[in-house]
């Protein structure tokens, strides 16, 4: 089925993170340093600036929003007043820019990193993954991940699923009681020339895979099974599941990933189109 895509922004800096929260898509405009909303009613808000770019969005269980602040690798709370504060220091975890990243129902974040400089030569390191509970205790949940990226956590709450970019592959884990992580396994391997960025869950348990390389959105089952293809005129790099009736999904596209073209070209987008199996329950 060949499906059409709406541009309803086209001059964002770079779009990362989106996630659907009551009547608006909150995302990360990484570059320009800010969080923005933007509702059906055609009107973008920006919700918070920084001084430096963010990425990974939640919230806790009492509505706080969660924050990535990648640089200076800390996971930022928002209080009633407005400002943030530190929630967690994921210093001694992340070895570069900390970056996209899950919050499950009980307020546990689950916050991935690049590992190392993409454009340093003979740098490249393995990363950790993070977790982050309500509480804002920091500690590690698994290693040796290549370039964890997007995540989702399924409805049951018993599973994540988290993009090991590096690897173009999706890789499960059983959460247990204590927010530990065992069973790695992989749950699906991308094909040729694809490559996992930002991924969103929907109710019958398959995934929908951003991947910039091949500029397309893959619905992929558990195995790898490609369940439907929709091509993007720039590179893919996030989607989300929303709407009123969770059946629209929208994508995050750009000419570039790179920082400063992004910053001195406001040209990235963001789009959605009809999709018809709806978003799992989870945000």
């Known amino acids: 089925m060949s499906r059409t895509l709406k541009t309803l922004v086209s001059d964002l800096a770079f779009g990362e993170a989106p996630r659907w929260r009551e009547d608006g898509l909150y995302l990360a405009d990484m570059h320009a340093n800010r969080i923005v909303v933007w509702r059906p009613s055609g009107f973008l808000e920006v919700v918070a600036t920084f001084g430096s770019p963010v990425s990974g969005l939640g919230w806790l269980p009492d509505g706080r929003m969660l924050v990535v602040s990648m640089h200076d690798r800390k996971l930022l709370r928002q209080e009633p007043d407005g400002r943030f504060a530190i929630h967690g220091d994921l210093a001694a975890i992340a ?45 590690v949940v698994a290693d040796d991940l290549f370039f964890p990226n997007g995540s989702v956590i399924t409805p049951d709450g018993n599973t994540l699923i988290v993009a090991e970019s590096g690897r173009r592959t999706l890789t499960a884990f059983d959460i247990g009681p204590k927010g530990e992580l065992s069973n790695r396994r992989d749950w699906a391997t991308l094909p040729r020339l694809a490559l996992p960025d930002g991924i969103c869950l929907d109710r019958d348990g398959a995934i929908w895979v951003a991947s ?50 992004c910053r001195a070209h406001h040209t990235a987008r963001l789009l959605s189109v009809e999709v018809d199996v709806p978003g799992a329950g989870l945000p």
């Open 212 to 261: 910039p390389p091949s500029r397309e959105l893959l619905r992929l089952a558990e195995g790898g099974e490609i369940l439907e293809r929709i091509e993007t005129e720039q590179e893919a790099f996030a989607c989300m599941l929303g709407g009123p009736d969770r059946r629209r999904l929208y994508v995050c596209t750009a000419d570039t990933a790179d920082p400063a073209r």
């Open 95 to 139: 070895t570069w820019h900390a970056n996209d990243m899950v919050v499950a129902t009980n307020g546990d974040a689950y916050v991935g990193n690049f590992g190392f400089p993409l454009e340093t030569p003979g740098a490249f390191k393995l990363a950790k993954l993070a977790r982050v509970t309500a509480s804002g205790q920091v500690s």
